[in-house]
């Protein structure tokens, strides 16, 4: 019987990274970007539109549902390998938790998370490091997007950023995330062996010996899906990088955010 454990991290978190330290155990297929979680969301949506479901047994095509998503997902994961644990990255399975926990007992969710400011501040290297790109962040005809501090205002409001920072505080108010085991990309850069040890200990597994120094790309995505904020290629050596975060986006947009997402900063201990 295969274990799929679930990945849903912050954007610009390092969670390409994370899978591919992963990957070094050859017990574990680790996933790209994965749209492993659309399979069962598509059925949802299906179940929910189903007329003979409203008219017929609610419970008896509830719990139908439920079964036919677990049967599903265990397909899809047996279909790509035969090794007994999977993590499967999607920025939401975090939100998807509680119709998990009707499918698997006790569903495993690792969550990166990285200081917001570095975050914005990534995205901003990102985009002017690709000057020949027109992705609509700059509006020129509605003057949107023009500065630093507009375009992080835009992100804070949009996918992926605005997508996922609302939900990960809603799982936090509502008390799914407590069953998450919440990883600082800052602390997996600098002690890898300890963050990696406690994602076994979450995971009730063996804690295996992992090369740190030498972390080789397993996953494969094509980045020109993800536009230029999607580069999915690793470092492979586990270290800390320069912080510039505040050189890039400047005192004020960098107080704005520790400002305006004040809960983010005091859940993660960032400090100011």
Request: net charge negative.
């Amino acid at each position: 019987m295969q274990t799929i454990f679930y990945q849903s991290s912050m954007p610009r978190a390092g969670s390409t990274l994370l899978q591919n330290i992963m990957g070094q155990n050859p017990e574990f297929y680790v996933t790209p970007t994965s749209g492993m979680i659309d399979l069962m969301l598509g059925a949802r949506i299906g179940y929910n539109g189903n007329q003979e479901a409203k008219a017929g047994d609610k419970d008896m095509w509830r719990e139908g549902f439920y079964a036919f998503s677990k049967a599903g997902l265990n397909a899809y994961v047996a279909n790509l390998t035969d090794k007994p644990y999977i993590l499967d990255k999607n920025r939401n399975w975090a939100a998807s938790y509680p119709l998990l926990t009707k499918m698997y007992d006790n569903p495993k969710v690792l969550f990166l998370v990285r200081d917001l400011r570095d975050i914005f501040a990534s995205m901003e290297k990102k985009f002017r490091a690709n000057p020949d790109v027109e992705d609509g962040t700059v509006d020129n005809m509605n003057l949107t997007g023009l500065t630093t501090q507009a375009r992080v205002e835009k992100w804070a409001m949009s996918h992926p950023i605005g997508h996922a920072l609302p939900k990960l505080h809603q799982s936090m108010l509502d008390k799914t995330a407590n069953n998450f085991l919440f990883l600082r990309y800052e602390d997996l850069c600098a002690n890898p062996k300890a963050v990696v040890d406690s994602i076994y200990d979450y995971f009730e597994l063996p804690r295996y010996k992992h090369d740190f120094n030498h972390v080789e790309q397993v996953t494969v995505e094509d980045d020109t899906v993800h536009g230029i904020y999607g580069d999915h290629t690793i470092r492979n050596k586990v270290e800390a990088l320069k912080n510039d975060s505040k050189d890039v986006l400047g005192d004020y947009t960098y107080e704005w955010i520790y400002s305006n997402f004040r809960w983010y900063f005091d859940s993660f201990n960032y400090k100011k």
